[in-house]
Nanobody, 119 residues
Framework: QVDLVESGGGLVQAGDSLRLACRAS????????MAWFRQAPGKGREFVAR????????SYLDSVKGRFTISRDYARNTLYLQMNSLKPEDTAVYYC????????????WGQGTQVTVTA
């Protein structure tokens, strides 16, 4: 199990940028697939971006492609999400998630960080 702590959320205007960070407690961070999810008010949780281990595979939700960039710093046990050209529809609580080796699903979740984008 790994503890995850997100930071970097806030209130911004449309077109602004934010960088979210997710600090992992475990040195085994380097063996986990990592991802960002989000949940908007009244909606279910949705996948945003993933940074896998096999071939450092990266994937994004279609609506954030070209605007968001996921990255990870192994020395700092930290996952990042750079969000540019933010839109009001990006408003949500953003969660960091980790998938241990051998797991099918993401098993460890952070507490979330609120991102609010005004028009």
């Amino acid at each position: 199990q790994v503890d995850l702590v997100e930071s970097g959320g806030g209130l911004v205007q449309a077109g602004d940028s934010l960088r979210l960070a997710c600090r992992a407690s475990s040195r085994t961070f380097s063996t986990y697939d990592m991802a960002w999810f989000r949940q908007a008010p009244g909606k279910g949780r949705e996948f945003v971006a993933r940074f896998g281990l096999i071939g450092d595979k990266i994937s994004y939700l279609d609506s954030v492609k070209g605007r968001f960039t996921i990255s990870r710093d192994y020395a700092r046990n930290t996952l990042y999400l750079q969000m540019n050209s933010l839109k009001p529809e990006d408003t949500a609580v953003y969660y960091c998630a980790a998938k241990p080796p051998g797991n099918i699903n993401f098993a460890d979740w952070g507490q979330g960080t609120q991102v609010t984008v005004t028009a």
